[in-house]
């Protein structure tokens, strides 16, 4: 059993309506039914009536309800009192930031900041951007760091997550070179010679983003899919190999372009942007309700640190 099967469940008992638990908990519909289906399974009871309308608990389900909340409860404790031991600093900022962020972007945004602020002392978890968002509505990190397009936005509640646009990131596509420094491979290939692709697995957030370029090609590129992964890094290295094309993000292959053993498919300027480039904002956010009720040392250290963080981070884009 998973603990998310458990939150799962108190959301549809909560909300009695499976599309808007889905939506509450940043998955898909279908994927939210089948966790709510296992946990039935590892149980061995059903524990929703689904032929009523809106859905409600079955007998089974009311009572294990109340379980679910103590076995919630007890969880969250064992969590706090492993944080509370974890770190004697509570100065200490905890970030939750997607794979490829977390090795290029954030780096270097970092040490900026720190020109302002001097030292920080801060924990990273890398995660994929799922993982990343669950990690601030559950209360796992301080500052979620993310990319953001309108065609997959990020279902956080305005009115409690504050967020602030960090910059842009350029996404298209690349090749190994030639000897006479052409790209060995180009979209959009033909029926007769596809160009081997080296794509995301499936869900993967940048894997959306290259699904919503190629679905807005003139016309469809012939791809042979010869490997994938859900790791930027990992892709580039297979297309620093010459084993075909893969799109990525431009902080992770800004130092390769320049020396030559990248190009870029979509250049700027060049025929082929307006299909094969797109543009994502990174965003920064924070839960505006932590810590609001802060009553002891470590709550008002940990407030008072990411507060003056935000400020920062705030006045540094003001110039």
Known sequence: MEIKWLEDFVSLAKTNSFSRSAELRHVTQPAFSRRIQSLEAWLGSELIDRSSYPTRLTAAGEVFYEQALALLSQAQEARALLREQRSADHSVLDFAVPHTLSMTFFPRWLKALEKRLGLLRSRLRALNVHDAAMSLTDGGCDLLMCYYH???PLQLD?????MIVLGSERFSPYSAPTPQK????KLPGTPDAPVPYLAYTANAYLGRMADLLMGGAPSPPHLDKVYETDMAEAL??????GHGVA???ESAVV???ARGELVDLAPSGGKAVAPWHLD???RLYRDRLAYT????RRELTKRDAVEAFWQAVRDQLKG
């Open 150 to 152: 309108p065609s997959q």
């Open 236 to 241: 580039k290295a297979m297309v620093l190999a």
């Open 293 to 296: 009720d802060a009553s002891n």
């Open 247 to 249: 799109f990525l993000p």
């Open 280 to 282: 994502m904002e990174i």
């Open 182 to 185: 052409r790209a060995r491979f």
């Open 255 to 257: 130092d390769s372009v």
């Open 158 to 162: 305005a009115a409690r997550y504050e």
